[in-house]
């Protein structure tokens, strides 16, 4: 096999273009149903959501399973997510609002899915912006606190479809409740049980 396809990056990164690739055959076959400007619109969106998630269950997963390369995937993953919600973006303002800044202002400011969903992105773009090595050792310890947006972020997140979902709560339900999870894990207790569950998973020594 080729060095270059033994780099598990490649699949990673593969992977995380799946969602597009399949937008782009069901635009060329016509499958993208009656409304097509909303298929893509609720597609992006969903992606986004589900890469913020990815992104927050790095950290738990590392210290479950105890693999310290799991680190080397957050970066890739937050900027797909952040790939994600600007192909989001870019469908509102382009496709639903014609790149109409008036119609995007009263938008924004008489609905409320829009004004949390508009807000998230805003606060997206600096985490993209910093999300380097350079930057990292530029910015010092002002680069955690502030990638720990990313906490309020996918919290707005799920707000936006919460607020957008008019009947079935079930999907924003289900990721309300991953990102609880992925919080929870994040406190001391959590740190504990995920230490503690490491620790029962691992094979005893002779």
Not at 9 to 24: G, N, S
Not at 147 to 154: G, K, M, N, P
Request: positive net charge; glycine residues 6%; aromatic residues 12%.
């Amino acid at each position: 096999m080729d060095p270059v396809l033994r780099n598990p990056k490649i699949w990673v990164f593969a992977l995380c273009l799946l969602p597009l690739a399949r937008l782009i055959v069901l635009g060329g076959t016509g499958g993208l149903g009656a409304n097509p400007i909303e298929f893509i619109t609720r597609s992006t969106g969903t992606w986004t959501l589900v890469g913020l998630l990815v992104t927050l269950s790095v950290t738990p997963m590392r210290r479950l399973t105890g693999w310290a390369p799991l680190i080397r995937y957050r970066r890739m993953l937050g900027l797909f997510a952040f790939f994600y919600a600007s192909l989001h973006f870019v469908t509102y303002v382009w496709l639903d609002q014609f790149f109409d800044p008036a119609a995007i202002a009263r938008d924004i400011v008489k609905r409320p899915f829009i004004t949390v969903g508009f807000a998230a992105f805003l606060f997206l773009i600096p985490l993209a912006a910093t999300s380097t090595r350079a930057m990292m050792h530029r910015l010092g310890r002002h680069w955690q606190r502030l990638h720990r947006l990313v906490y309020l972020i996918a919290t707005l997140g799920v707000v936006h479809y919460l607020w957008l979902v008019k009947k079935d709560l079930t999907e924003p339900l289900i990721y309300g409740s991953l990102l609880l999870l992925l919080l929870a894990v994040r406190l001391p207790w959590g740190v504990h049980f995920l230490q503690a569950a490491r620790n029962r998973l691992a094979p005893a020594r002779p």
